[in-house]
């Protein structure tokens, strides 16, 4: 009697590159939940630009990309260095497999940043930030910015031309369509008072130092125990 050898599983890749452009257009147009269109295309070829480029693959098939930028501010006693992220899309039948964070993490390890950045009107980002990043402003908690991270939070916002910490009106209306809802109610009223008005289009500039030392489940469930620890991971999609 023969067995057939079981499937094996497949991995997600996180390499060099970009999909191409016909590609990139599908992915954003899933991870954003529109349509086709030449709009939309004319935005995706806008944003194809970086300086750390990721696309990530399974098997053949390419189901996201990355684009990140770095930049140098100079402050007033030192200059640091700021790896920005400028667009992230993950198919969304690939969405909740944690793949956010191995794409950050391998840009990190590029780059050596000082800070990480990235704008959002969606909580589900800002939650996912939270599971790589110990601060991050502006913070669920309210907590206050320090002269010197507000200060490289303004420095971005002007290279990005945008504001900090929240951009009134950045997108012109809702980004996603349907407005991206984490499932913990007490996390998504905190991210609704720092970007109050997802119609209007607000969002969010975020800036977060960047140590060797990752978050743990441990340290997460520490730091967000107000709002517990399980994170819902769709509709992660970033745009600048």
């Not at 086709?36 to 194809?48: G, Q, Y």
């Not at 980002?125 to 303004?154: K, T």
């Not at 340290?219 to 991971?233: F, G, H, L, S």
Request: glycine residues 6%.
């Amino acid at each position: 009697m023969s067995y057939s050898q079981p499937e094996q599983p497949h991995y997600s890749v996180v390499e060099p590159g970009l999909p191409a452009f016909e590609r990139a257009v599908e992915l954003t147009a899933q991870g954003f939940r529109q349509e086709v269109s030449e709009e939309l295309e004319l935005d995706v070829k806008n944003h194809l630009h970086g300086d750390i480029l990721r696309r990530i693959t399974l098997g053949p098939d390419t189901i996201g990309y990355a684009v990140f930028q770095n930049h140098a501010i100079d402050l007033e006693r030192r200059s640091v260095s700021v790896l920005y992220l400028a667009g992230l899309i993950i198919s969304p039948d690939h969405q909740g497999q944690h793949i956010s964070q191995r794409v950050i993490d391998d840009a990190v390890k590029e780059g050596c940043p000082d800070y990480f950045g990235f704008r959002t009107q969606s909580s589900i980002m800002y939650a996912a930030a939270l599971q790589r990043f110990r601060e991050i402003y502006p913070s669920l908690d309210g907590s206050p910015i320090s002269p010197e991270d507000y200060s490289v939070g303004s420095a971005l916002a002007q290279r990005i031309n945008s504001s900090f910490p929240l951009h009134r009106a950045c997108y012109g209306g809702p980004l996603y369509g349907d407005k991206p809802l984490h499932r913990n109610a007490v996390l998504q009223a905190q991210f609704d008072q720092l970007c109050p008005d997802y119609k209007a289009g607000d969002a969010i500039l975020c800036v977060a130092k960047v140590n060797d030392e990752r978050q743990t489940p441990g340290d997460i469930e520490t730091v967000t125990v107000r709002t517990a620890t399980k994170t819902e991971w769709r509709m992660l999609a970033v745009r600048v």
